[in-house]
Nanobody, 117 residues
Framework: QVQLAESGGGLVQAGGSLRLSCAAS????????MGWFRQAPGKEREFVAG????????SYADSVKGRFTISRDNAKNTVYLQMNSLKPEDTAVYYC??????????WGQGTQVTVSS
């Protein structure tokens, strides 16, 4: 089984930055991507960013493109999300996730990101 340990959430003013980290442990064999999702109160969970484990191909939601950067360290089974120019609408619980097939189906417990105006 895969366990995901997240860190880096917190409170920041608009325009500030945060860096989220997620370390995967346990059985990671078969993982083809890791990524980040977020969920704001009353809203559906949405995809934020992902990175494949082989070529490091990156994808981003339009709402964060140009502001967020996802990266990974394969040796450490760790993925990062550098969040710059944060906006109040970025406020959400951010979840680390693992994809082993076509779908992200393994999730961390989430870390709160709050951006004040």
């Amino acid at each position: 089984q895969v366990q995901l340990a997240e860190s880096g959430g917190g409170l920041v003013q608009a325009g500030g930055s945060l860096r989220l980290s997620c370390a995967a442990s346990g059985r990671t064999l078969g993982t083809n991507a890791m990524g980040w999702f977020r969920q704001a109160p009353g809203k559906e969970r949405e995809f934020v960013a992902g990175i494949t484990w082989n070529y490091g191909f990156r994808s981003y939601a339009d709402s964060v493109k140009g502001r967020f950067t996802i990266s990974r360290d394969n040796a450490k089974n760790t993925v990062y999300l550098q969040m710059n120019s944060l906006k109040p609408e970025d406020t959400a619980v951010y979840y680390c996730a693992v994809r082993s097939g076509s779908d992200y189906d393994k999730w961390g417990q989430g870390t709160q990101v709050t951006v004040s105006s």
